[in-house]
């Protein structure tokens, strides 16, 4: 069975860091193109960035372009999310997700997702 | 990019009522739509993709229509378990964008 757990959210400061990782099992990590998705508290839904399998090419939303870099590790079935320069509207739980082969897929398998609060 | 307009926002039914959710998008996406069921405090799960495909081990009181701009999810005979907020997704064009979402309750 497909399995995605996230770990590294927290606690941090306006302006602050974090690095979320996502460890995948139970299917061939590097043949699948993989996201972020985020959901603030009662709120939707919110694509934040994808990456292809290798690793070649990376895709954000505007509202963390600049600020956020989505990395992967298909040695270790490994994916991340460094978020830099964190604002308050950042806070939302983030999900790791699954696609297909391709980037423009369906999420088919989610993470537990892992909750980042920004604030002082 | 591609809005996303799903409605009703929320909606109350009986248990074996038919319960039709409609989305709607801002331009032509052809079939590409998903729609995921999310209970509360978990994750969202894909139900149906590229609008009406049935992912697998999904009952099949769940069903999808739709193409273009215009498009339907439909649970025949709603059960307790399907409570739940239900969204659609595109996937025609970065960035991938979500409806608003419906809550759907047992009345």
């Known amino acids: 069975d497909v399995q995605l757990v996230e770990s590294g959210g927290g606690l941090v400061q306006p302006g602050g860091s974090l690095r979320l990782s996502c460890a995948a099992s139970?299917?061939?990590?590097?043949?699948?193109?993989m996201s972020w998705v985020r959901q603030a508290p009662g709120k939707g839904l919110e694509w934040v960035s994808t990456?292809?399998?290798?690793?070649?090419?990376?895709f954000y939303a505007d509202s963390v372009k600049g600020r956020f870099t989505i990395s992967r590790d298909n040695s270790k079935n490994l994916l991340f999310l460094q978020m830099n320069g964190l604002r308050a509207e950042d806070t939302a739980v983030y999900y790791c997700?699954?696609?297909?082969?391709?980037?423009?897929?369906?999420?088919?398998?989610w993470g537990q997702g892992t909750l980042v609060t920004v604030s002082s | 990019d591609i809005q996303m307009t799903q409605s009703p926002s929320s909606l109350s039914a009986s248990v074996g009522d038919r319960v039709t959710i409609t989305c709607q998008a801002s331009?032509?996406?052809?079939?590409?739509l998903n729609w995921y069921q999310q209970k509360p405090g978990k994750a969202p799960k894909l139900l149906i993709y590229?609008?009406?495909n049935l992912q697998t081990g999904v009952p099949s009181r769940f069903s999808g229509s739709g193409s273009g701009t215009d498009f339907t999810f439909t649970i025949n005979s709603l059960q307790p378990d399907d409570i739940a907020t239900y969204y659609c997704?595109?996937?025609?064009?970065?960035?991938?964008?979500f409806g608003g979402g419906t809550k759907v309750e047992i009345k």
């Open positions: 997700a699954k696609q297909m082969e391709v980037i423009l897929t369906q999420f088919d398998n």
């Open positions: 331009q032509d996406i052809s079939k590409y």
């Open positions: 590229d609008a009406f």
């Open positions: 990456i292809t399998s290798t690793g070649g090419d990376t």
């Open positions: 139970g299917f061939t990590f590097s043949n699948y193109a």
């Open positions: 997704q595109q996937y025609d064009d970065l960035p991938l964008t």
